[in-house]
Structures are given as structure tokens and as C-alpha cells.
């Protein structure tokens, strides 16, 4: 399969009544007084813009907290070759992160991710973080903007073992860049087929989550309640749903990103924030997320 071309500056603008290309020239104007940033394509601030509601000064926030991110959780957004890291392969065949070609009634777009192999001593939970961003970060630069977001995380398998394998610093990087910087508009959050491991990685999360996401936060137990969000049809079959087996809607899936390997090569060597030219004080990781053990340590019989 060929890569895809990505949405242009000029689509956006035609999709997106809103975008003035004043707004994106302001932009453009303050991100060459910021050294650290690297060049930012016009294509690209639209996307900022519109999922900040076309307001400057947040979209400079996310702007900053996108690439900073990115540069300070390499667990995340490095190395992101299929092929060849071995780590990132065993999470193809642990976990799946899709986003499916329906949409909501709204017409929001419907990120969702489970578990295809159960065994808890094989997943990892940064290289399951990293796919995840894989795939929303080739949407975005494939579809481009979008009016609204929904992440459905299926707890189908997931079991206490699993949530041993969380740590409150990856949740922590996690949700700061989903809440700070991920450019889009996010609508909902939901967990289906919760059961009690849920109080737990909540438990976890929480204290990472602003009010904004709390509120938009759902848990089902059953399939009538996600059905208040969520069509069922666009689910895979194995979750109640009509859009095909979920290893061959996974397997397409895993083929699009290798096809955009190189795509994520130039991604990061081009993307990424310039410690040393940053005006004032350089950044690290201990500035932005604190220290990795000063979190009190989940004990998980």
C-alpha cells in the first residue's frame, strides 16, 4: 500500500470557515521568535488552531506542550519503526489501537484501543502508549482536522496484573500531553466493559486529570450505556459490533503505519524542540513531569 498524502493548508482552509489565515500568519510571526520550535508547516498551526477553538493565546500553549512532549518522553515518540524495534513489534501482537471509519452521531471520530493478547507479563505499557500515538499522530496528518475526538479504551482482558504494570510517572506523561497537547478535540473518554481493575488505574489517573476530563469521563458495564455515545455498528465484531474481525481491521491498520515508517523518521528528526536555543531556562523532563519517585509506590496483590 502506498502512503497517503497529507491534508493540505488549502483544504483545511476550505473545511474550516473559521481558519483565517491572519491567525495562522500571527502564528507564524511568534513561532520565529521562538527558537527552540522547529519549523512548523502552515498545515500543521491550522490544525492547533482549529483544535483550540481558534484562540491564539492556547494555541501557542499547545504549540509549546506538543513539541516539548515530544522531545522529553522518548518512551513515547521515538524510534517508532515497526519493522525494526523489536519492542514496538511485541506490541503490535499485544495490543491494538484503531481508528475506526465510522463516527459517532455527531460525527466525531472514534479512537479505540484493547488488549489482543491477555497475558499481562507481555504488555508494556509505553510501547502500547507509543502505537496509540502512532496511530492518532498518521490521522492527523492524513485527515487533518476534525470538529471532535472520542478514546475508547476496552477493558475486555484487561486484569489486575495489567494495572500492576502501570506506573503513575507513564500516566502522568500521558495525560498531560493528551490534555496539553494533542491537537484535537476531545469529546469523550470512555472505558467499556469495566470491571473492578477499573478503581484501581482511576485510583492512578486521577490525580493527573483536570476537571475538563473528568467530566467527560465514562465508564460502561454494558453495552446500552456505551450505546449513548457510541453507534455499536462501528465496533469490531469481537466488541459487539459490525466493522469486521479485530486482528484483520488491525492488521490493515499495522500495514498503514510501516507504509509510513519513513513518514515517522522525518517526523522526529525534524519535530522536535531545541533544548539549548529555548529562551530563559532549558527545559527537562524533571522540569516538566517532577521526579520519577515521588510517587507513592501502588502496591497490587
Known amino acids: 500500500m502506498a502512503t497517503m498524502k497529507p491534508v493540505s493548508f488549502e483544504e483545511k482552509l476550505k473545511k474550516n470557515p473559521e481558519l483565517k489565515e491572519a491567525d495562522v500568519e500571527a502564528l507564524r510571526e511568534w513561532c520565529e521568535k521562538q527558537p527552540h520550535l522547529p519549523k512548523i508547516s502552515d498545515s500543521m498551526l491550522a490544525l492547533f488552531l482549529h483544535s483550540n477553538y481558534y484562540r491564539l493565546e492556547p494555541t501557542k500553549a499547545c504549540i509549546e506542550v506538543y513539541y516539548t512532549a515530544r522531545s522529553h518522553v522518548p518512551e513515547f515518540f521515538n524510534d517508532r519503526d515497526i519493522v525494526n524495534n523489536k519492542e514496538l513489534k511485541k506490541a503490535t501482537q499485544t495490543v491494538t489501537s484503531q481508528i475506526f471509519e465510522g463516527s459517532t452521531q455527531e460525527g466525531y471520530t472514534i479512537i479505540y484501543a484493547r488488549l489482543i493478547d491477555s497475558d499481562s507479563a507481555q504488555f508494556v505499557y509505553n510501547d502500547a502508549m507509543k502505537l496509540l500515538n502512532m ?45 496539553e497537547g494533542l491537537p484535537v478535540r476531545l469529546r469523550g473518554f470512555h472505558f467499556m466493559n469495566a470491571s473492578p481493575v477499573i478503581d484501581v488505574i482511576l485510583n492512578m489517573m486521577k490525580p493527573f486529570m483536570k476537571k475538563q476530563l473528568m467530566d467527560m469521563f465514562h465508564m460502561h458495564t454494558t453495552a446500552e450505556s456505551l450505546e449513548k455515545f457510541i453507534p455499536l455498528e462501528v465496533l469490531p465484531n469481537e466488541a459487539g459490533g459490525k466493522a469486521g474481525p479485530i486482528l484483520e481491521l488491525h492488521e490493515k491498520n499495522i500495514n498503514k503505519l510501516i507504509d509510513h515508517t519513513a513518514w515517522f523518521k522525518e517526523e522526529e528528526a525534524n519535530c522536535r524542540v531545541n533544548e539549548s536555543l529555548r529562551p530563559g531556562k532549558a527545559m527537562s523532563v524533571t522540569d516538566l513531569f517532577g521526579v520519577e519517585g515521588s510517587f507513592k509506590k501502588l502496591e497490587i496483590d
Open 135 to 179: 496511530v492518532i499522530d498518521l490521522w492527523l496528518y492524513t485527515e487533518g482536522t476534525c470538529d471532535g475526538h472520542v478514546i475508547i479504551f476496552d477493558m475486555n482482558n484487561v486484569s489486575f496484573g495489567h494495572a500492576g504494570r502501570l506506573s503513575p510517572m507513564g500516566l502522568k506523561k500521558f495525560l498531560y500531553y493528551l490534555q
